[in-house]
T-cell receptor, first 114, second 111 residues
Framework: DGGITQSPKYLFRKEGQNVTLSCEQN?????MYWYRQDPGQGLRLIYY???????QKGDIAEGYSVSREKKESFPLTVTSAQKNPTAFYLC?????????????FGAGSRLTVL | SQQGEEDPQALSIQEGENATMNCSYK?????LQWYRQNSGRGLVHLIL?????REKHSGRLRVTLDTSKKSSSLLITASRAADTASYFC???????????FGQGTELSVKP
């Protein structure tokens, strides 16, 4: 089945630790995205990548980092510089730029800082 | 930056009733999309309507777009308990390129 796999589904982190969320897609999509969702809120764009080895900051990139070394993979690192990292993180992909295409989402990763 | 504003924020109806959710946005758009999110899950695309379209249908879903009022509505007819979810509109501003999501409408359909 084609789709997006996010792991882990749940993650707990102590303050000061970096954590990496995995996102893998087998849809052969060029573009990939990371969103953050807080309770009762919409989605806010963290980072996006339209092609391998290139990525752009979204609206709330501070305290996060990404890489896009392979077309199918777009991991997100939540660094200790992110002051309020507890949230639900969603990875998505699209065939081309999101303006012209619809997004396919993964099931999400819930990060809790202890 | 949030462009879409959904109304109402929450909606509770009985099975069989129709559910209408509204989305307003601020700038001119290329297209508007509606997504559904079940609790604790990822979003699923429902329907895309382009700026030159006024209405689209997909099964029990009907979407309208009024670019003069900068608003869209999503109608779910003959609702079912399984329609219980949050519904988000997302817009693509002209020249902007990236989807911008609203804060969503939480729909509860009681059996």
């Amino acid at each position: 089945d084609g789709g997006i796999t996010q792991s882990p589904k749940y993650l707990f982190r102590k303050e000061g630790q970096n954590v990496t969320l995995s996102c893998e897609q087998n849809l052969n999509h060029d573009a990939m995205y990371w969103y953050r969702q807080d309770p009762g809120q919409g989605l806010r764009l963290i980072y996006y990548s339209q092609i391998v080895n290139d990525f752009q900051k979204g609206d709330i990139a501070e305290g996060y980092s990404v890489s896009r070394e392979k077309k199918e993979s777009f991991p997100l690192t939540v660094t200790s510089a992110q002051k309020n990292p507890t949230a639900f993180y969603l990875c998505a992909s699209s065939l081309g730029p999101s303006g012209a295409n619809v997004l396919t989402f993964g099931a999400g990763s819930r990060l809790t800082v202890l | 930056s949030q462009q879409g504003e959904e109304d109402p924020q929450a909606l509770s109806i009985q099975e069989g009733e129709n559910a209408t959710m509204n989305c307003s946005y601020k700038t001119s758009i290329n297209n508007l999309q509606w997504y559904r999110q079940n609790s604790g899950r990822g979003l699923v695309h429902l329907i895309l309507i382009r700026s030159n379209e006024r209405e689209k249908h997909s099964g029990r879903l009907r979407v309208t777009l009024d670019t003069s009022k900068k608003s869209s509505s999503l109608l779910i007819t003959a609702s079912r308990a399984a329609d219980t979810a949050s519904y988000f509109c997302a817009t693509v501003p002209v020249g902007g390129g990236k989807l911008i999501f609203g804060q969503g409408t939480e729909l509860s359909v009681k059996p």
